[in-house]
């Protein structure tokens, strides 16, 4: 109890120290389970947060940058275009008609919650003949609000898009629980944690179960022990 408001402390104006302090944190978390900090990738979510503050943080090691809205993405990384190999993410609800415009500018869509947005992508990647690298959006929560797959019906969901060609999905992502409780947010994370190792025993072909991708600056932590691979981390780096 109480873990996520503890987590704020620490939260500096400094991009810098804000990132070297989740390294530590990441680092502790891991050790604690027996990882590595190696095996974890920290996506930087500047939703709402200027190039130039993207840009420091990028000079602080970041190699991956989160954000929720295709237009705002698209003009901080018409911006940022002199930054080689600076990735982009999606993290935030993609509607179908923007399907394009996403699948021009990022890298990894993390955000995919429906299948008819599967299909979208899928024929915009095919008449660009690009592959797309996707994840699964999974509702975690259990709480209405929140956009993603339902848990039960994931599964079946990714047999049925197994026959796509020019999608690559290549893990998972949920949001926790919001409400401030230890024990309802590790059950959320190991709920995730199992349908990844499901459907990677699947094998189903277009499958590249990669990232589990979980926690969240309030969350982290415990996400990292619950076995995430992919943190976003947006307040606890740019103190917003
Ligand atoms: C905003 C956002 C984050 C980052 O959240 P913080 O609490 O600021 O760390 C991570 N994931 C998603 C999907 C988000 O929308």
Redesign the pocket.
Known sequence: MGTRKRNFIGVKDGVKENIEEIWNRIDEAARKVGRKREEIEL?A?S?GVSAEKIREAVHSGIKIV?E?RVQEAEVKHQELRDIEGLEWHL??HLQRNKAKRAHLLFDLI??VDKIELLRELEHKAMDMKKLQRVLLQVNISEEETKSGFSPDQVLNMAKEVSEFSYLQIEGL?G?ASLADDEDRIRTSFRRLRELFDEIKREDLPNFKMRYLSMG???DFELAIEEGSNMI??????FG?
């Open positions: 996506v979510v939703k989160g929720s993290v935030g993390q955000s992502m949001i969240m600056s309030q976003r981390i947006g307040r606890a780096i917003w």
